[in-house]
């Protein structure tokens, strides 16, 4: 596409070079857009998926967001926040993990599904087919877990009593539209909501001219559908959940069902979605940059590979509001590869991206890009870091060259450290990771993970604490690059900040010379006017001069 082809020239005039900032690049604004109305889509690998023990979502615990008004997933069974519950059998499972892999349509002429959506679910009511003696088919609901994690994290709960919620279904329709199930009805838990239409009852499409909101259409072959309207998820005050059933009984009909999850999120006093974070995620196992940009369909149940049309249909339907902006918040372990390849795939996955935006018609899009800690890539280390210092590099080059392009790196910020086994116990001690806060949590991460932040791969997080540190770093890495005016490093700019100018006049090359022109004047007095108010609040060790002095 034209588009694309634009896109990918700006990207190619790009040259390598050094930074001030080796921790980050273009992130200057990224605190502000985070804490604001936001969209956030965790693209990557494993290093992405729906788990408190990935630093994406670790992070909506240990950030100072004010408020998480929704969440998209798929049909998971075990995610940490949207789950599916599964009331009939047999129901196949679209995922990596599962040994038909991407295969769908798994009864007649299998074909293969390959957007990381992790999951999709497939019945297929042929006479082996069993209701388990109920109407209700599937149940999706929010995880205790995930409460209870968000309850003891910064924001506190996703869901209050007395909030309001929607629901909006999500499915694939599989190749011959006739082969779809018809109709399924749709409960507020155990309240009946009404009736989706799936064959003639799907949502319009943005990105093909069409209005949703105000009518259905035919559901599309082949891609994600939504369902036309979006339903309340009140009545379960807990874990909102939603029930979908059959109308009349389904063995022998011979029809499919892929229900691929959806997305619930918080309503105001008006019926209008509120304004906040709103997360979803294209993540799945092993995935690589190459996969996200190669704009093909796979070919294979274990292709790793997606086309453009694919990714835009999934973009249109779980978009709230066009006008809400939009961060690709880019998240996978790097690669074996070096500077040119990496540049290359890096930036074919965001080009796709960019496309599939422009085509839905995304007002505000933008992308970060975080490099992972050093980690067990291979068995040499040394190589390990150059390759993890190419993808660094590449990120940094693009960040600092493309406007809507930032980048954060969690391998600098740790200054290479690998924290496997007891070798991270020194840097932790010397950061003041002896007291770490998030939340109500206040404990000794050495104590708590003996220095081994990673699995028994050494690849992934070890646990949820693990992750929230991590994900704790890349907070700060924002708050450093966001908030140039918290110069008393607390997450606001105060009374604090403005003596501890006062206090530096005249004084040159100082971490109270915020603009950076080599003297400390009413300048940067008026900078700190400007900034007033909370930026990213901290708390323990990024508040204390035990971190602050390192």
């Not at 921790?23 to 729906?50: C, F, N, Q, W």
């Not at 979803?280 to 196992?285: G, V």
């Not at 991270?424 to 050495?446: M, R, V």
């Not at 105060?494 to 100018?501: E, K, P, R, S, W």
């Amino acid at each position: 596409m034209a588009i694309h082809a634009l896109f990918l020239g700006a990207l190619t005039a790009l040259s390598g070079g050094d930074l001030e900032n080796p921790t980050s690049a273009g992130l200057e604004h990224m605190a502000k857009r985070l804490r604001g109305d936001v969209r956030m889509i965790a693209m990557g690998d494993s290093y992405s998926a729906p788990y408190f023990q990935r630093i994406p979502l670790a992070a909506l615990r240990v950030w100072p967001i004010p408020n998480i008004m929704g969440f998209g997933g798929g049909g998971i069974g075990g995610g940490h926040i949207i789950r599916t519950v599964v009331d009939c059998w047999p129901v196949a499972v679209v995922s990596a993990s599962d040994s038909s892999g991407y295969q769908v349509e798994r009864h007649t002429a299998p074909t293969y599904f390959t957007l990381p959506m992790r999951e999709l679910r497939e019945i297929y009511t042929d006479t082996t087919f069993n209701d388990m003696g109920s109407d209700t088919l599937f149940e999706f609901h929010f995880n205790v877990l995930g409460e209870d994690g968000f309850g003891s994290g910064v924001h506190g709960a996703f869901i209050e009593p007395s909030d309001t919620l929607a629901f909006r279904f999500l499915y694939r329709c599989p190749t011959d539209i006739e082969m779809q199930l018809a109709e399924i009805k749709i409960s507020d838990y155990g309240e009946e909501s009404g009736i989706i239409q799936l064959k003639d009852g799907a949502r319009p499409f943005w990105h093909l001219g069409e209005q949703p909101g105000k009518n259905a259409r035919a559901a599309v072959p082949r891609q994600i559908n939504a369902s036309a309207f979006d339903y309340p998820a009140n009545n379960d005050l807990l874990l909102r959940r939603v029930n979908l059933s059959q109308t009349t009984p389904l063995n022998g009909t011979n029809k499919y069902f892929e229900p691929a999850g959806g997305v619930y999120y918080h309503l105001d006093e008006k019926g209008s979605r509120e304004t906040g974070l709103y997360y979803s995620h294209i993540s799945d196992n092993s995935w690589s940059y190459i996969g996200f940009g190669s704009d093909t369909e796979g070919a294979w149940y274990l292709d790793k590979n997606f086309s453009q049309e694919q990714f835009t249909h999934w973009l249109d339907v779980t978009t709230l509001d066009r006008d809400q902006p939009t961060v690709f918040f880019w998240f996978f372990a790097p690669e074996p590869m070096g500077y040119d390849i990496a540049f290359e795939r890096m930036s074919n996955m965001i080009a796709q991206a960019e496309v599939s935006s422009a085509l839905v018609g995304l007002t505000n899009v933008e992308h970060l890009i975080v490099i992972a800690p050093l980690f067990k890539l291979n068995d040499d280390i040394d190589l390990s870091k150059t390759y993890i210092r190419h993808q660094q590099q590449v990120a940094f080059d693009l960040a600092s060259k493309v406007p809507n392009i930032s980048a954060a790196s969690l391998f600098n910020a740790t200054d290479e450290v690998m924290f496997n086994g007891t070798e991270g116990i020194p840097w932790l001690l010397y950061h003041g990771f002896d007291h770490f806060e998030f939340g109500s949590n206040a404990f000794n991460l050495i104590e708590d993970t003996g220095g081994d932040m990673f699995d028994i791969s050494v690849v992934h997080p070890g646990s949820a604490n693990a992750a929230a540190f991590f994900a704790s770093l890349l907070g700060e890495i924002i708050r450093e690059a966001g908030c140039k005016a918290d110069v008393v490093a607390d997450g606001y700019i105060n009374t604090n900040d403005i003596l501890a100018v006062i206090g530096s006049m005249g004084n040159e090359y100082v971490e109270e010379d915020i603009n950076e022109d080599g003297i400390v004047d009413v300048q940067d007095i008026l900078l700190v006017i400007d900034g007033w108010g909370d930026c990213w609040p901290v708390q323990a060790p990024y508040n204390t001069s035990t971190f602050r002095n390192q």
